[in-house]
């Protein structure tokens, strides 16, 4: 049976979140959350391999998922998704994927993320 990796997904927008699941699902298990509260409950539970923090989340709650994921559990990988990089802290995500370029994209990204050391 091959690995399947859990992909948690965490953002604000309901509509982009459930069509970002519908696009990882092709590959991954994947998991989203719209709240802080319920990202934190679903990290501290663990399991996952790969966190996709979307670009509907402000500043201020990207840092802190980032900082909750590093504190919990810091080998999760990290894909940060933005239309403009100045938004983004550039020392936490592993990778920043700017301008949505498509769902192909993404999938390459989350591999290639979740395959970086």
Same mark, same amino acid.
């Given at each position: 049976?091959?690995?399947?990796? @859990?992909?948690?997904?965490?953002?604000?927008?309901?509509?982009?979140? &459930?069509? @970002? !699941? +519908?696009?990882?699902? @092709? @590959?991954?298990?994947?998991?989203?959350?719209?709240?802080? #509260?319920?990202?934190?409950?679903? $990290? &501290?539970?663990?399991?996952?391999?790969?966190?996709?923090?979307?670009?509907?989340?402000? =500043?201020?709650?990207?840092?802190?998922?980032?900082?909750? $994921?590093?504190?919990?559990?810091? =080998?999760?990988?990290?894909?940060?998704?933005?239309?403009?990089?100045?938004? +983004?802290?550039?020392?936490?995500?592993? !990778? $920043?994927?700017?301008?949505?370029?498509?769902?192909?994209?993404?999938?390459?990204?989350? !591999? &290639?993320?979740?395959? #970086?050391?």
């Amino acid at each position: 049976m091959a690995l399947t990796y @859990r992909v948690l997904c965490f953002g604000h927008n309901l509509m982009l979140l &459930e069509t @970002r !699941q +519908w696009i990882l699902e @092709r @590959r991954f298990l994947s998991v989203y959350v719209s709240s802080l #509260s319920d990202f934190k409950r679903v $990290v &501290e539970g663990g399991g996952f391999d790969l966190l996709i923090l979307c670009h509907s989340l402000s =500043r201020r709650d990207f840092r802190k998922a980032a900082d909750l $994921v590093h504190d919990i559990c810091p =080998r999760l990988k990290i894909l940060g998704l933005s239309s403009d990089t100045s938004v +983004w802290d550039p020392l936490l995500p592993e !990778q $920043v994927m700017v301008g949505m370029d498509g769902p192909r994209v993404l999938l390459q990204l989350a !591999q &290639e993320t979740l395959h #970086s050391n």
